[in-house]
């Protein structure tokens, strides 16, 4: 059973409340959010729609860094599939999160894990790939890749210069 007295404690002190013409509305708007504009009805949330709108609540600029933090590692992952879209190679989403993890270079071993700065180098230098790749074959393309990304990780590899650099 959940107690509610907490988050119409927080509504009532949150700053949008004069917005709105009560405490209700403000309430139901938010719960419609948090809910994925399933429901407007707190006991119609689920736990964890319970608890994400209670963190949001306490703090929000907390869950904006996360839902910025989330959209570029979607950003990452699209950049990676796309990379290996123009290559034709089929990939799946464990094996773009590895390739993501190694690029990340060392210290760091989960997706989830790696900073800002370098989730956006990393959506950078796939999006150049995807432009490089156009003028390469296949296996010049992924064997420049994983050049690239053992560099990154330390490990030194040599690869004949080919006609596109990545």
Do not use: W
């Not at 296996?139 to 050049?147: K, R, T």
């Amino acid at each position: 059973m959940r107690n509610y007295k907490q988050l119409y404690t927080l509504i009532n002190q949150h700053p949008a409340l004069m917005n709105y013409e009560n405490a209700e509305d403000l309430k139901k708007e938010m719960v419609y959010q948090a809910s994925g504009s399933r429901t407007t009805s707190v006991k119609e949330l689920t736990d964890k729609e319970y608890n994400e709108l209670i963190n949001y609540l306490k703090n929000p600029k907390q869950a904006t860094n996360n839902s910025e933090m989330d959209k570029l590692r979607k950003r990452v992952i699209a950049s990676i599939f796309g990379f290996f879209k123009v290559v034709k190679k089929k990939v799946n989403i464990g094996y773009v999160k590895a390739i993501a993890v190694r690029a990340s270079g060392k210290g760091i071993d989960d997706f989830n894990k790696i900073p800002r700065y370098k989730l956006q180098a990393i959506y950078n230098m796939f999006l150049n790939y995807q432009k490089v790749a156009k003028n390469l074959s296949q296996e010049e393309a992924i064997l420049q890749l994983d050049a690239r990304i053992l560099a990154l990780a330390g490990i030194e590899v040599k690869v004949k210069e080919t006609k596109g650099d990545c």
